[in-house]
């Protein structure tokens, strides 16, 4: 394998990594079949020959195997600590959606607004995917992939009157989303529990939408991750991924620059963050999976005002004094926002949308001759 953007394990400059483990470095995306993919079109030889080999060097790779799990596990243990530790001063400042929110370009926002612009991103992200509000297509069944403190999940619910389960991996984060369930009355519609999104507790072809609102940009394995999402919906249904992306790559281009990839690591470090994708890695993969009406867009120049608001917050009185009061991962995540205004301004981070469908008919499969894949639109 080459060096992949996105990949089970990161390999980038000859290294093999998984994505919990140091700061990752960002390169090519000519390449970006998993190994998983890899098995299925055609680099068999390589892997039944990697089979055979020996006691000694089989050995050392399941030491590797560990070690890689290893550095999931402290990565998502640093997520749940981080969102156990913030969520309750977020929620204090900004209310229970814990995404950017959507703007008019050019548009003078007051606080209040931030809070509608935060209900205009679910709006518009809904209408990308073309999500029809009639009562016979609407859905029925919903998934919050990485859902906070449930404010999509019982958004969509009551929206849809659709029953909504919401995954996080933050124990304090399952347990505030239910109790403000519960306090608007959704017991029994709208629940939640600690679960892994790329290990998740539910049957295939579950839900008529998949939601993941800005929970991708966590994932240690994107391959892994849509994998999940495409494996939980239900024929005919649609996924709708909102995250953080960096550039594009040019064709001549091999990796990001350095000065990049030093800002991109800063900020993986702050908020517990492994290496992240180009939109194109995510179109590659999705295509992959035989996936229907694949459509994305970059929706950064929309999301602008939304970290200086964060910033401006966090400098006045009660946000100093929250922050003191929260713990040092909180802080550590605060003294990084102005990376992410300066990540956007030069063009480094991206706000995406990508959505898709998973075919009605087709079983979702990826081991199918290619001439026997339905046609994808993207
Ligand atoms: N979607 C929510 C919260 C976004 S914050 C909202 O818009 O309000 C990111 C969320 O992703 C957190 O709830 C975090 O626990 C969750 N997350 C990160 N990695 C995850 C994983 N592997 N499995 C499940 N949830 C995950």
Redesign the pocket.
């Known amino acids: 394998m080459g060096s992949c953007a996105v990949c089970s394990t990161w390999e980038y400059g000859g290294r093999m990594r998984d994505g919990g483990g140091g700061p990752p470095v960002y390169s090519s995306s000519s390449h970006i079949l998993a190994p998983k993919f890899a098995v299925l079109v055609g680099h068999n030889r390589k892997i039944i020959s990697s089979l055979k080999i020996g006691g000694r060097r089989r050995r050392r790779m399941s030491l590797n195997t560990a070690a890689a799990m290893t550095a999931t596990e402290k990565?998502?243990k640093g997520?749940?600590e981080?969102?156990d530790e913030s969520?309750g001063i977020w929620e204090d400042i900004w209310g229970?959606?814990?995404?950017h929110g959507f703007y008019q370009p050019g548009s003078d926002v007051s606080i209040s607004d931030h809070r509608l612009a935060?209900i205009r991103?679910?709006e518009e992200s809904l209408r990308f995917a073309s999500l029809s509000d009639d009562s016979l297509q609407k859905p029925r069944k919903i998934v919050?992939?990485?859902?906070?403190?449930?404010?999509?999940s019982r958004y969509l619910a009551i929206k849809y009157e659709a029953e909504c389960r919401?995954?996080?991996?933050?124990p304090v984060?399952a347990q505030r989303a239910q109790e403000l369930a519960s306090a608007r009355g959704l017991d029994g519609q709208v629940s939640f529990q600690?679960?892994?999104?790329?290990?998740?507790p539910f049957p295939d072809g579950e839900f008529d939408l998949v939601?993941?609102?800005?929970?991708g940009?966590?994932?240690?394995d994107k391959a892994k991750?849509v994998n999940e999402l495409a494996r939980v919906a239900a024929p005919g249904g649609t996924i709708i991924i909102?995250t953080w992306c960096h550039r594009d790559l040019s064709p001549s281009e091999e990796s990001l620059t350095s000065h990049e990839t030093t800002i991109l690591n800063k900020i993986c470090d702050a908020y517990?963050l492994p290496a992240w994708c180009s939109t194109a890695d995510y179109i590659e993969l999705l295509k992959s999976l035989s996936l229907e009406d694949i459509k994305a867009a970059d929706w950064s120049e929309f999301v602008a005002p939304f970290w200086p608001a964060v910033i401006r917050s966090a400098l006045t009185w009660r946000g100093i004094t929250s922050l003191l009061r929260s713990g040092w991962k909180t802080i550590k995540g605060a003294l990084a926002m102005p990376l992410m205004v300066e990540g956007y301004k030069k063009g480094l981070v991206k706000f995406v949308i990508i959505t898709c469908r998973k075919p009605a008919l087709l079983r979702l499969t990826t081991n199918l001759p290619a001439t026997f894949h339905n046609p994808i639109h993207y």
């Open positions: 990565l998502q997520i749940a981080l969102y969520s229970d959606h814990m995404h935060q991103m679910i919050d992939v990485g859902c906070g403190i449930g404010g999509s919401g995954i996080t991996l933050s984060q600690v679960a892994d999104a790329l290990n998740q939601w993941s609102m800005e929970s940009e966590h994932m240690p991750f909102v517990y």
